[in-house]
């Protein structure tokens, strides 16, 4: 199939919603003079009159004083916009003047006259809304839709002005679903998964690539890629920015050249919240948290925020045991009209069991072994500690300047211990190496913005001079094999329980299993970004970043090779607005990978570049209450890198590049009151370069998600929800490259009953309905042991989980 066959289907698409758009336009405008119907929640002001124009369908302009620390109360019926707009400010000391029927000023009332304002004299000291607080804001989404996106551009902007694909898990889908992980949260977004890796830690893919661990509230997560995520309690949402991200920093190992996932936290705040949460699971999962917040002071310019939380569990299906999960996270805010901070810490030690897996004895998945026989010790596990201090801080100047600063310290360390069952034979037999894995890493990150909003007229800025900073220390570690790595022979199906596998290791494996750490490694870099309004309909968004980092190796007789390197990264992006709430875009972004492996000239491989180009629509429907976002993407990778010799002596060559492209759709919001939906549907197409078959990449991904509270008097705060996740056929393939597997489709169906009362909820949620055999997209595998790990989901699990306020 040409590489563009997917254009038609598209250009249809699209030409069908600008048509759809074009016709609604001139609808809302007869709709000016009569009434139009409001439905805006109590939040802060500047998000407030976002929604405010979207749904009256005209542009929002502000002079004078900051409106950031300004709240509005709640607003919904049948109004004109200029009574809708005066319901909206009474209170906030805030007045406003139509320049023309698509064009509204809000202002301080001090400075008004009491007339209402000439066109010319507006005109001439108008702006556009400063760009909004990005610190605490988030939580004021409503249902299944976010109000606004946090991740990209490095400011608040409500979606439909990002020129990008950006999904949002928001906090009441995460509840709807009962989610327990940051895994599971990302199943509901077109064109990302995440795979079960052996070790426990989830492994996400976006649009066809490998991502790091992504982000918290926008800074990195881990230098090497692997890591842990904390409890659901503790998130807001979760974003996942679609296409290579380079232009964010994230530079170090797994760079996204698909995508990454940013994960908001709660933070402090001046509404109380005293909300405790617990579950109960079939095999003896128990969870308890608790999330308290509130104002620390009678002024409310002090809060908190602290989230406890625990959980554990007796066995899991196979029978592997010791799931023990603890985390803390106290955090303090100030806040004044100019000046917002948040500083807090947290600690994180999760205890997880190896997953239920089977072992794949042939070429074929109906090969692998029966899911009751257990292959590792009971009690192998990975041990995550990770600890983080941070801080944000925000200061408004005046409404053209700001300055953002955001920093954190992080330390984190991995203890892993378990079998590695090799050479597997179809009668069972195999070689078992025991294994005690080891490390730990410290990181510290700074990003500093000076934020300007200036212009008037037709043309304006919301210009961004970053700087970031960051160091990274790879700690000791060790890496220790049993018997020098040859292992034992054992019979998966005879040889009875394998011991724990530490007491196996002698003080010479550890000695040859060590690896000493580094010194502190810098990376810098500059980041410059102007989004541009061009009159009302065009929005321009430029932005570069330049990279200094550093690369450490070692040639080939040993001694240690620094490198410094410089790299520039730009990114595009143009959107047409057909309307406050409908959008076209289009944008280029751009990755890139540097890479220590040495060549086989003993210099380092040149890093892999990445680029995108990406076109879609979003709009805002129902009333504001949903909104549909179409996107068509084409990812080419120059190169990656392949292992060319797994025996002495050690080098890498460039291995082939990749072509990826995709059609994505996605859905969220309220359709009818207590009637809420998610779904997305992904079409993707992966190609090597070299033409060997993708591996791990379903052409066709689909998810939806539905809960109906009823509204009737005898089941009021009743309600149901059911939901199924599905994909086609994938490829695997064996650890020696000797054959591919064929993974089959498979489709999972979730479902529970709850009932929400004004302090307290239940629910009780049945998941994998059917009892399904449901497999990862792609099996884990270990080349050097030649073993092929296959996750094991097939049984019907239950939870009843509930939360109380007091």
């Not at 939901?723 to 479902?751: F, H, N």
Request: hydrophobic letters at 40%; proline letters at 6%; charged letters at 15%.
């Amino acid at each position: 199939m040409s590489r563009f066959a997917w254009l038609p289907a598209y250009g249809c698409l699209t030409l069908t919603m600008i048509a759809t758009g074009a016709y609604m336009a001139p609808v809302r405008a007869s709709e000016q003079s009569v009434g139009m119907h409001f439905a805006i929640p109590a939040q802060p002001l500047a998000t407030a009159l976002m929604a405010f124009g979207k749904q009256a369908n005209v542009q929002v302009l502000t002079a004078g004083e900051t409106i950031d620390a300004l709240h509005s109360h709640a607003m919904s019926g049948t109004f004109t916009p200029p009574v809708a707009l005066a319901r909206l400010l009474d209170g906030t000391g805030m007045s406003f003047a139509f320049v023309d029927a698509r064009t509204v000023v809000v202002r301080p009332r001090a400075t008004a006259t009491g007339q209402p304002a000439t066109r010319a004299s507006t005109t001439n000291t108008a702006t556009l809304l400063p760009p909004i607080q990005a610190i605490g804001l988030v939580g004021t989404d409503a249902g299944f839709m976010a109000d606004v996106s946090s991740g990209p551009e490095r400011l608040m902007a409500d979606p439909v002005d990002v020129p990008q694909s950006v999904s949002v898990v928001t906090q009441d889908l995460l509840q709807s679903e009962q989610v327990q992980t940051i895994a599971e949260a990302i199943q509901n977004v077109a064109g990302a998964q995440y795979i079960d890796g052996s070790d426990g830690l989830p492994i996400f893919d976006v649009r066809g690539f490998i991502t790091g661990n992504g982000m918290t509230d926008g800074l990195p997560n881990n230098v090497l890629g692997v890591g842990d995520y904390p409890p659901m309690i503790g998130v807001e949402r979760v974003e996942v920015l679609k296409g290579p991200q380079a232009i964010l920093g994230d530079t170090s190992a797994y760079n996204n050249f698909g995508g990454l996932i940013d994960v908001v936290l709660k933070k402090p705040q001046r509404e109380p919240v005293r909300q405790l949460t617990f579950s109960v699971g079939e095999h003896g999962e128990k969870q308890l948290g608790a999330d308290l917040a509130g104002p620390m002071n009678r002024s409310g310019t002090f809060t908190y925020r602290l989230v406890l939380n625990g959980d554990m569990a007796n066995r899991t299906p196979q029978g592997m045991r010791g799931q023990r999960n603890r985390y803390v996270a106290p955090s303090i805010g100030w806040s004044t009209s100019k000046t917002t901070l948040v500083a807090g810490l947290s600690w994180m030690m999760n205890h997880m069991p190896i997953p239920d897996h089977a072992l794949l004895l042939g070429d074929t998945v109906g090969s692998a072994s029966p899911p009751g026989i257990l292959l590792d010790n009971p009690d192998d596990h990975t041990a995550v500690e990770t600890r983080r201090l941070y801080y944000l801080l925000e200061h408004r100047f005046n409404d053209r300047w700001t300055f953002r600063s955001r920093a954190q310290y992080v330390r984190e360390s991995i203890d892993l211990k378990d079998w590695e069952l090799g050479d597997a034979q179809p009668t069972g037999d195999v070689t078992a190496v025991p294994e005690h894995y080891h490390s730990a890493d410290a990181y510290y990150t700074l990003q500093n913005d000076v934020v300007a909003t200036f212009g008037h007229g037709w043309m304006q800025h919301t210009a961004v001079l970053g700087f970031d900073y960051s160091r990274i220390q790879l700690g000791n570690g060790f890496d220790a094999l049993g018997n020098d790595g040859q292992g034992m022979p054992y019979n998966i199906f005879s040889g009875g329980g394998l011991p724990l596998p530490a007491p196996l290791l002698s003080a010479t494996d550890y000695a040859d299993g060590y690896f000493p750490g580094n010194s502190w490694t810098t990376e810098s870099a500059v980041f410059v970004q102007d989004q541009m309004d061009l009159g009302e309909r065009w929005k321009l968004l430029v932005a570069w970043r330049r990279t200094d980092y550093e690369l450490q190796t070692v040639h080939s007789d040993g001694t240690p090779w620094n490198l410094h390197r410089v790299r520039w990264v730009p990114q595009v992006g143009l959107i047409y607005k057909l309307a406050p709430d409908m959008s076209l875009y289009a944008n280029t972004t751009n990755g890139f990978q540097p890479d220590t492996f040495l060549g086989k000239d003993g210099r380092p491989l040149p890093p892999s570049l990445s680029r995108q180009i990406e076109a879609g629509a979003k709009f805002d429907l129902f009333d504001d209450r949903a909104r549909l976002t179409v996107a068509a993407y084409r990812i080419l990778l120059d190169h990656s890198n392949d292992v060319f010799s797994l025996q002495p002596p050690y080098y890498i060559v460039s291995g082939p590049g990749q072509s990826n492209k995709g059609i994505e759709v996605e859905f969220n919001g309220r359709l009818a009151p207590g009637l809420n939906l998610s779904t997305a549907y992904t079409h993707a197409s992966v190609h090597n370069n070299d033409g060997t078959p993708a591996t791990g990449e379903a052409r066709q991904r689909f998810n939806l998600w539905v809960s109906y509270r009823f509204q009737g008097s005898f089941l009021q705060g009743f309600g149901v929800a059911a939901g199924v996740l599905a994909r086609s056929a994938s490829l695997g393939e064996l650890p020696d490259d000797s054959a591919y597997i064929k993974i089959p489709g498979q489709a999972s169906v979730a479902t529970n009953v709850f009932y929400r009362a004004a302090r307290w909820s239940i629910t009780l949620g049945v998941k994998n309905l059917l009892s399904r055999n449901l497999y990862s997209p792609v099996f884990d595998t270990n080349p050097l042991f030649d073993e092929t790990f296959v996750p094991l989901r097939n049984r019907r699990t239950y939870l009843l989980s509930a939360t109380v306020d007091f």
